[in-house]
Every structure is written in structure tokens, then in C-alpha cells.
């Protein structure tokens, strides 16, 4: 089971624009996630969901409030410093496969090494136990024009786990997928989030895959409407 929570947020806003034409996104939100959690987050378009997953992302920060990771407050880093909690400790997969084209498998997956600046042998090795983890080892040299739909989504989740996040963060990872491919891709996180240990953190409109998460967390008007635990999927 998941240990005491290592992500908060408190009375989290966040405003776009100023003046008379000043959008809140956020109105207070208060959320909690427990390590070795699968967390599902769901909600109508514009209830703040995709805005609080940019910020747990550190691809955004709160106008106020306090979110803290691993008892880090997060609000009063700066850009350089929230890049490298991003590049350490998070992993993200996005409906849209964002694969490079021309490059394999491998290449993709070995992305995030490049920017850390991992030597050639070690990039290798990692990329290629990563693909192994998501059942592609034997595809390491396929250009994702050569992959299906699934096998392209299974690339970028090998890309996002290849360097052991602690959180892999999911937006509608199922999104462009049929319904048997979309059960693998779900089934794929459950394994991760189970045996790896990885904490997930996945926005859905489904409820048939939100079934898979451990904790479902629902949004309305900027605010968490709702905490539910689920009868989880096996």
C-alpha cells in the first residue's frame, strides 16, 4: 500500500491573464498523493485538471498557494531548479506519441540520457532495458513509422521510465488508441506502478481506464470535487 503522501498541493490557484479579462484555473486546490500511488484524475474540459497536472508536472507554477514533492516546496524554486526536479524525478507520456520520426526506437527512448549527458554505452544499455520493461527489446531498431499505434505508445513509455522517475505523469495515455490496445497500454502502467514502484499520475475522460488507478480524483470549476477509491482492475 502507499506510504504517507509525498506530493501536496495547498490552496492552489492559478490565474491566466490580468484585468477584466483574467481567467482562474484554479481556485484552491487541496490534494494529496501517496507514494506508490496510481491516481487517476478526471473531470469536464476546463475543470482545472490538465492546469494542476501542469503544475505537478513543474511545467507551470501556482499564482499561490504551496505545492510541496518530497517535502520540497516546489513554488519558491526557480526555472533552472524546477528543470532539474523534472529531469530527476518525473517521467511523462502524452496522448500525442511524440516520437522523433526518422530515428529507431532506441534513439527515442535514449532522449532523456542525451540531455542528462550520459555517455553512449550507458544510454544503450538503459534504453535498451527500458524497451525491455514494455516488451519492445526486440524492436529496438524500428522507426516508429514501422510500429503500431500501441507499440509507439509503448516507446514512449519506455522513454519516460528510462530514467527511473519517481512519478510518471500520463495525459490521456490511451487517447488515440482502440480499446484493446488502449487495455495493454493500461495494463503496461499497472505493471509499472506495481512492480517498479513508480507513482502514476494519469488524466482520463474513461472511466473504463480510470478503473485501473488506484485513486480517482475528481475536478470541477478548479477545484478537486471529490476523492474515490477504487475496486482496482487485475
Known sequence: MPNAPFISLRGV??????????????????????????????????SGKSTTMNILGCLDVPTSGHFTFHGVHVERLDRDQRALLRRKYLGFVFQGFNLLARTTALENVELPLIYRGEDRATRHEAGMAALDKV???????HTPAELSGGQQQRVAIARAIVTSPDVLLADEPT?????????????????????????????????????????VIHFRDGLVERNELNGVKH
Open 175 to 215: 487517447g488515440n488508441l482502440d480499446t484493446a490496445t488502449s487495455m495493454e497500454i493500461m495494463a503496461l502502467l499497472t505493471d509499472l506502478n506495481r512492480n517498479q514502484g513508480i507513482t502514476i499520475l494519469m488524466v482520463t475522460h474513461e472511466e473504463e481506464m480510470a478503473a485501473f488507478a488506484r485513486t
Open 13 to 46: 490557484t492559478k490565474t491566466f491573464g490580468a484585468g477584466p479579462t483574467a481567467f482562474q484555473a484554479l481556485k484552491g486546490v487541496d490534494m494529496d498523493v501517496a507514494q506508490g500511488d496510481f491516481v487517476a484524475v478526471m473531470g469536464p474540459s476546463g
Open 135 to 141: 516488451g519492445l527489446k526486440d524492436w529496438w531498431d
